[in-house]
């Protein structure tokens, strides 16, 4: 499984856009993109899903440069609610289709 | 999260107890899995099982047993708990792939 690196942490000002970075230096050339969100005393849930260019959804968009060396993960005009750690993972563990977390990026939304 | 249920919410255990965790899916998925987070960490994968029946040893195995024998249902146990068996437990079923599951609420676990 590709090692990610993130920022441990970052704060945001409501209503701004935020953008997430995720260093995958070693991503395989099968290896999807995903990020996760966990909210405090929850379960991660799953965003998005990526392998190049760009994709979005109703929650987010997430970029990847043709080298898929790293990727954004960009939330529009985030709110309070948003506050929450979010995960890059790529590829899954062969066989068992394990997720393989980091400890993730703490993003605080400031009021 | 109803479609991934844990049981119990909350455990407090002293060293040495047993206990049992219980994962329900209301989908009839063959992957199950069990993953702990510690404080400030990821997740990492304790077992999981491809189909009822069978169950395997994922990333940090040691202190836990796991037993599939209904599809529906992935039970993990603590035969003798240590403090550092406290953690968070997340169990989670996948959804439309390998790369999105859907993950239960968890069971807080405290040995002391």
């Known amino acids: 499984l590709a090692k990610t690196t993130q920022p441990i942490s970052m704060d945001s000002y409501e209503g701004q856009e935020v953008n997430i970075t995720c260093s995958h230096n070693?991503?395989?050339?099968?290896?999807?993109i995903t990020w996760y969100q966990q909210f405090p005393s929850q379960g991660p849930r799953f965003i998005i899903q990526g392998y190049k260019t760009k994709v979005t959804n109703e929650v987010a968009s997430l970029f990847i440069p043709a080298d898929r060396k790293s990727s954004t993960l960009s939330l529009p005009r985030v709110s309070l609610s948003d506050t929450a750690v979010y995960y890059c993972?790529?590829?899954?563990?062969?066989?068992?289709?394990?997720?393989?977390f980091g400890k993730g990026n703490q993003v605080v939304v400031i009021p | 999260n109803a479609g991934v249920t844990q049981t119990p919410k909350f455990r407090v255990l002293k060293t040495g107890q047993s206990m049992t965790l219980l994962c329900a899916q209301d989908?009839?998925?063959?992957?199950m899995y069990w993953y702990r987070q510690d404080p400030g960490m990821g997740l990492r994968l304790i077992h999981y099982?491809?189909?009822?029946?069978?169950?395997a040893k994922g990333e940090v195995p040691d202190g836990y047993n796991v037993s599939r024998l209904k599809k529906q249902n992935f039970l993990l146990g603590l035969e003798s708990a240590a403090p550092s068996q406290t953690s968070v437990y997340f169990c989670a079923r996948p959804t439309t792939g390998p790369y999105e599951q859907y993950f239960g609420p968890g069971t807080r676990l405290t040995v002391t």
């Open positions: 993972l790529v590829g899954v563990e062969y066989g068992n289709n394990r997720l393989a």
């Open positions: 099982s491809v189909g009822e029946g069978t169950t």
């Open positions: 989908m009839n998925h063959e992957y």
């Open positions: 070693n991503i395989a050339t099968n290896d999807y």
